[in-house]
């Protein structure tokens, strides 16, 4: 029997997020056999209706609140996909837990960590079940890499290095003015870093404690407005950001992003250490679940050198097709709960404490 999804957010933009990421592996085999897009909610009817017409869902089924859509009884699970409009999330998923409909939203689960908590407790007092979008863990690289790590061939592992540049935050178009909003709860640090190091503890453990470094590098950049004039303004989030830190199993641990010009090319590198080999993983962009990185394998030996290390496709962009597939295959591995993501919450809040204060926190 089919899942009877109601998402939040979806457009009729070919180009959205909510398309890409969860329609398309949504319509394709072998998703197609496991779920049915049957309602929408947004904002507004005339979008809402647009996006219906778009992927062949009834006109009945079109909302314009989260209370609807929640009440509808043909849904079984609410999607909110609003992508990086943090602050709605917690008004969005509210109904469908109150409704006791099984949720998935998009990470940051919540506007900081006492909202993710709040809405931890409420699908835990509903008895519903929950997914949060912390895809990475499940891109094809990263379980291969899990698969090696697990077979024993790298040892024990004694040290990891992540690094990222990009220009990316060098400035913004209009429409993502709000990361520019230090209480918007989206920028590179909730973000960027939240997914990053998720897969990073999600492979070799958490953090037995950190201390991280922030900077703004570039003070003004430049904000594209919708008839394309750009106009320098105040840089009010963090550009870049470091943070280094031993992990549970005894490993040392660096993470960097920087911020830079068109000067720089984009690059992301992470090196996971053993005693007996080690992995590498390369690719213009740590968001390894848009950009699929190319990983490496080294082993001791004479003459030994990184060996590239094959791995299958993801199913689309954005790699959200992978959690769906493994729900509804009913497997745990890979998923992430609400009180999962409450964790990776309190390890942002750790990152946040310690760059403000200067101290080494844990979580």
Same mark, same amino acid.
């Given at each position: 029997?089919?899942?009877?999804?109601?998402?939040?957010?979806?457009?009729?933009?070919?180009?959205?997020?909510?398309?890409?990421?969860?329609?398309?592996?949504? @319509?394709?085999?072998?998703?197609?056999?496991?779920?049915?897009?049957?309602?929408?909610?947004? !904002? @507004?009817?005339?979008?809402?209706?647009?996006?219906?017409?778009?992927?062949?869902?009834?006109?009945?089924?079109?909302?314009?609140?989260?209370?609807?859509?929640?009440?509808?009884?043909?849904?079984?699970? #609410?999607?909110?996909? #609003?992508?990086?409009? /943090?602050?709605? $999330?917690?008004?969005?998923?509210?109904?469908?837990?109150?409704?006791?409909? &099984?949720?998935?939203?998009?990470?940051?689960?919540?506007?900081?960590?006492?909202?993710?908590?709040?809405?931890?407790?409420?699908?835990? @007092?509903?008895?519903?079940?929950?997914?949060?979008?912390?895809?990475s863990r499940l891109s094809p690289s990263i379980q291969k890499a899990?698969?090696?790590?697990?077979?024993? *061939?790298?040892?024990?592992?004694?040290?990891? !290095?992540?690094?990222?540049?990009?220009?990316?935050?060098?400035?913004?178009?209009?429409?993502?003015?709000?990361?520019?909003?230090? =209480?918007?709860?989206? =920028?590179?640090?909730?973000?960027?870093?939240?997914?990053?190091?998720?897969?990073?503890?999600?492979?070799?453990?958490?953090?037995? $404690?950190?201390?991280?470094?922030?900077?703004?590098?570039?003070?003004?950049?430049?904000?594209?407005?919708? &008839?394309?004039?750009?106009?320098?303004?105040?840089?009010?989030?963090?550009?870049?950001?470091?943070?280094?830190?031993?992990?549970? =199993?005894?490993?040392?641990?660096?993470?960097?992003?920087?911020?830079?010009?068109?000067?720089?090319?984009?690059?992301?590198?992470?090196?996971?250490?053993?005693?007996? %080999?080690?992995?590498?993983?390369?690719?213009?962009?740590?968001?390894?679940?848009?950009?699929?990185?190319?990983?490496?394998? $080294?082993?001791?030996?004479?003459?030994? =050198?990184?060996?590239?290390? @094959?791995?299958?496709?993801?199913?689309?962009?954005? %790699? #959200?097709?992978?959690?769906?597939?493994?729900? *509804?295959?009913?497997?745990?591995?890979?998923?992430? &709960?609400?009180?999962?993501? /409450?964790?990776? $919450?309190?390890? +942002?809040?750790? +990152?946040?404490?310690? *760059?403000?204060?200067?101290?080494?926190?844990?979580?």
């Open positions: 029997m089919s899942i009877r999804l109601g998402i939040i957010g979806l457009s009729a933009e070919k180009s959205a997020w909510a398309t890409r990421a969860h329609v398309v592996p949504l @319509k394709s085999s072998p998703l197609s056999g496991n779920y049915d897009i049957v309602a929408v909610a947004t !904002s @507004k009817p005339e979008t809402a209706e647009a996006a219906a017409e778009a992927y062949d869902i009834s006109k009945e089924k079109t909302y314009s609140s989260p209370e609807a859509i929640a009440k509808d009884s043909d849904v079984d699970m #609410v999607v909110v996909s #609003v992508k990086a409009r /943090v602050p709605l $999330h917690k008004h969005l998923t509210s109904p469908a837990l109150e409704a006791k409909k &099984d949720v998935f939203v998009e990470w940051p689960l919540g506007n900081g960590l006492q909202e993710a908590e709040e809405l931890a407790a409420l699908a835990k @007092k509903q008895g519903v079940k929950t997914l949060v979008g912390l895809q899990k698969e090696i790590i697990e077979s024993g *061939a790298l040892g024990r592992i004694t040290a990891t !290095s992540l690094a990222g540049s990009n220009s990316m935050f060098i400035g913004i178009s209009a429409k993502y003015e709000y990361m520019n909003d230090p =209480n918007s709860g989206a =920028n590179l640090i909730s973000i960027a870093t939240g997914h990053a190091l998720d897969t990073l503890c999600y492979l070799l453990g958490e953090f037995k $404690h950190l201390t991280a470094t922030t900077a703004i590098t570039f003070p003004k950049f430049p904000l594209t407005n919708g &008839d394309g004039k750009t106009e320098m303004i105040e840089r009010k989030f963090k550009d870049s950001i470091a943070i280094q830190g031993i992990l549970e =199993n005894g490993a040392i641990a660096n993470y960097a992003f920087t911020t830079t010009t068109e000067a720089t090319p984009p690059r992301f590198e992470w090196i996971i250490s053993g005693v007996k %080999g080690s992995l590498k993983f390369e690719g213009p962009s740590m968001f390894i679940s848009m950009f699929p990185p190319t990983l490496f394998q $080294h082993q001791i030996g004479e003459g030994a =050198n990184w060996e590239e290390v @094959k791995f299958g496709s993801q199913m689309a962009f954005g %790699g #959200v097709g992978e959690i769906y597939a493994a729900y *509804a295959e009913g497997k745990k591995d890979g998923l992430v &709960d609400f009180d999962e993501a /409450v964790k990776r $919450h309190r390890m +942002i809040e750790a +990152i946040y404490r310690s *760059a403000e204060k200067g101290t080494r926190e844990s979580y």
